[in-house]
């Protein structure tokens, strides 16, 4: 009697363990299916929005640069599941041409083009908030998102430190760590339509190149921004956010100065951005 019930207890455990892994599991591809048809968060559109042009004109040189249309790897995503909440990081490699029209003094315009092999990752915080029992979601639902952030793959010197917002919505917020930063997406940073904000950028790089990559309901609708070079690795711009209510990010670059007036240097670049909505 006493073996019989140790048997018992021995396939009773086995099947709350077995049924568990299956829940866990399940809750995992609920959530990997609702990361792959998000078309906001987890999927920003680089194959246009990084086309456009941008000028600079330094001293007696003009240089004008853009990036080609790019292509994806295969996002990596991993998924932690752990009773009704679940931590998610998701990364994708992006590769393209970047090309650069540039006229020094005295001379004729010479085109260039570089490589763009960059990474880009982002976090989120998932939670059950709904039925277990939906076949599709199983009551899951995107709750909190981080800041975005990439960088280049074969060389990168410069880096973000922190972001500085100051406008009427915000006198004085700073942001740091933006894999660790994390945004309700019932509450995240909001701006009134046309809202002046001023953003500086604190970097390590005294060498570098600054710019905001925003939108606005005109051609060439997406646009880059150049910051000032307050020097010291602090770079400040002001910007008009945009008037549609609907939410977005905003881009900050950093590029080393040498991959936009140097020939042979390579695409050497850090870039945070920002999750926000219009109120």
Not at 39 to 44: C, P
Not at 158 to 163: E, K, Y
Not at 221 to 228: C, E, G, I, S, T
């Amino acid at each position: 009697m006493k073996r019989l019930l140790l048997i018992l207890i021995f396939f009773s455990s086995f099947l709350i363990l077995c049924r568990g892994k299956g829940d866990a599991e399940a809750d995992r591809e609920a959530i990997l299916r609702l990361i792959r048809q998000d078309t906001v968060w987890f999927n920003a559109n680089t194959e246009v929005d990084s086309t456009d042009t941008t000028m600079i004109a330094l001293n007696d040189t003009l240089l004008i640069w853009w990036r080609g249309a790019q292509t994806h790897s295969e996002p990596i995503i991993y998924v932690g599941v752990h009773g009704d909440s679940a931590f998610v990081t998701w990364a994708r490699a992006n590769f393209g041409p970047f090309y650069l029209l540039i006229k020094p003094p005295d001379t004729t315009w010479l085109f260039w083009t570089k490589n763009v092999s960059e990474t880009a990752k982002i976090q989120a915080v998932f939670r059950r908030t709904g039925d277990i029992n939906d076949t599709v979601t199983r009551g899951w639902q995107l709750k909190k998102i981080s800041l975005a952030w990439g960088q280049s793959d074969s060389v990168h010197t410069v880096r973000i430190d922190s972001l500085r917002i100051q406008s009427s919505s915000y006198p004085n917020l700073l942001i740091t760590n933006p894999l660790e930063n994390f945004f309700s997406l019932d509450s995240l940073i909001a701006f009134s339509p046309g809202e002046l904000v001023t953003i500086t950028l604190y970097t390590n790089a005294t060498n570098a190149d600054a710019f905001l990559h925003t939108f606005i309901l005109a051609w060439p609708f997406y646009l880059r921004v150049p910051f000032n070079n307050l020097g010291n690795g602090v770079f400040t711009g002001t910007w008009h956010v945009q008037l549609i209510p609907f939410p977005r990010y905003a881009f900050f670059d950093l590029l080393n100065h040498a991959t936009l007036f140097t020939p042979d240097y390579k695409y050497d670049f850090n870039g945070w951005l920002l999750p926000y909505r219009i109120k």
